[in-house]
């Protein structure tokens, strides 16, 4: 099968191309977009009419998500009002607020037959409820028709108003992720709008209110791993039970430039100390996206249990 190369990397002994920027390695590469789940996939969101987040951040699994029939639908639009440098997702002046969203997202769910789906959206700060009301549209839609379909949504930070959260805690999704993305140094200039210790504490408020919470962050923009693991006990401190770690990809050359790339063997430390620090799963690895392997996240002590596993029988990863 042919392969696409992603953007690259290498370990601290960085190859870089002509231009300056780093040589991509052989461990990103993914595979093109193929075959008849994927066909199907494919279908479904343009006949109903739906935005994803594995084409609009071009997520580089799309092609293995949508193959075997899973996506991760975006609701709210297509356009952020928001411009995060990291992200691929179109800045500007969203559309009117379409309620009858719910229902076609929760359609397209059950035509898609899926045990698990994820939800995201773009940032609507420009809405009182910041998009909330949709959000808990969604969710009770998709869970009345959809009754054996587990469900993760991935949240924006409603700028830290606790009556927006409330409402993602009474809709009940089997998870509630709300990514960091970054270091606290970094996060002014990854997450323009965005304040560290705010998502902190949106986390907080999630797991206090009974949610399985998530978080992801990307590594190599320019953080140190003391940074790493400083944000990684900040996350501990506040209960956050599902942690991702993944590789930043520049999606075009107006977005943060890579810093470096972080090799393998690097990510399975991090999954080492993660574990190390109390978090019931940890998904790390260059191609680790916040939702993917999402249907493992849902269920307490899998992944835990499964560390625990390698370690008796003396697996290294990496």
Known sequence: MQELPIVTKTTEETIVTADGRPKKPNWLRVKLPIGESYKHVR???????????????????????????????????????????????ATGKPDAVDWDEPQRVAEAIHLMKVKHAVLTSVDRDELKDGGSIIWYNTIKAVKSLNPDTTLETLVPDFKGQVENIQRIIDAAPEVV??????????????????????????????KEGGMRTKTGLMLGLGETKDEIVQTLE?????????????????????????????HPDEFAELRE?????????????????????????VFEGYGRKKWMEEKEAGIVLG
Request: aromatic letters at 8%; glycine letters at 8%; proline letters at 3%.
């Open 43 to 89: 279908g479904l969101v343009d006949t109903h009419k739906l935005h994803t987040i594995c084409e609009s951040g071009n997520c580089p699994n799309m092609g293995e998500c949508w193959g075997a029939g899973t996506a991760t639908f975006m609701i709210l639009g297509n356009t952020c009002t928001r411009s995060c440098g990291f992200c691929a997702v």
């Open 273 to 297: 100390i993660g574990y190390q620090l109390g978090f019931d799963y940890v998904e790390s690895g260059p191609l680790v996206r916040s939702s993917y392997h999402s249907e493992r996240h």
């Open 177 to 206: 992720s709300h990514n960091m993305e970054t270091v606290e140094r970094l996060t002014r200039q990854v997450r323009i709008q965005a304040k560290y210790r705010r998502s902190l504490e949106v986390l907080k408020v999630l």
């Open 234 to 262: 900040d996350l501990a401190a506040v209960n956050v039970d599902v942690i991702t770690l993944g590789q930043y990809l520049q999606p075009t050359q107006k977005h943060l430039p890579v810093h470096r790339f972080v």
